[in-house]
């Protein structure tokens, strides 16, 4: 939530956990960053309705994805 909270203004810590196995899936998939931050764009625009923020979710696609490669050794 640190890297992507597009909501803002202090909102529940769980608010984007329904989230979590799609974006999760996109990572164990070994899809590219702009596959992830595409989701990313279309959950704050079509899901929470809000502009969307596509540098924002580039680099945490980019982040994502490296955490997973990192985690994989």
Same mark, same amino acid.
């Given at each position: &939530? /640190?890297?992507?909270?597009?909501? @803002?203004? @202090? $909102?529940? !810590? !769980? %608010?984007?956990? /329904?989230? *979590?196995? $799609? *974006?999760?899936?996109? &990572?164990? %998939?070994? +899809? +590219? $960053?702009?596959?992830?931050?595409?989701? =990313? #764009?279309?959950? %704050? +625009? *079509? /899901? &929470?309705?809000?502009?969307?923020?596509?540098?924002?979710? #580039?680099? $945490?696609?980019? =982040? =994502?994805?490296?955490? &997973? %490669?990192? !985690?994989?050794?």
């Amino acid at each position: &939530m /640190s890297h992507w909270d597009p909501i @803002g203004c @202090g $909102v529940p !810590d !769980d %608010e984007y956990d /329904s989230y *979590i196995p $799609v *974006i999760y899936r996109f &990572m164990q %998939e070994r +899809t +590219t $960053v702009d596959e992830l931050a595409s989701h =990313l #764009q279309k959950l %704050e +625009t *079509i /899901s &929470m309705g809000l502009d969307g923020d596509w540098s924002r979710n #580039q680099r $945490v696609a980019k =982040l =994502l994805l490296e955490l &997973m %490669e990192s !985690d994989q050794g």
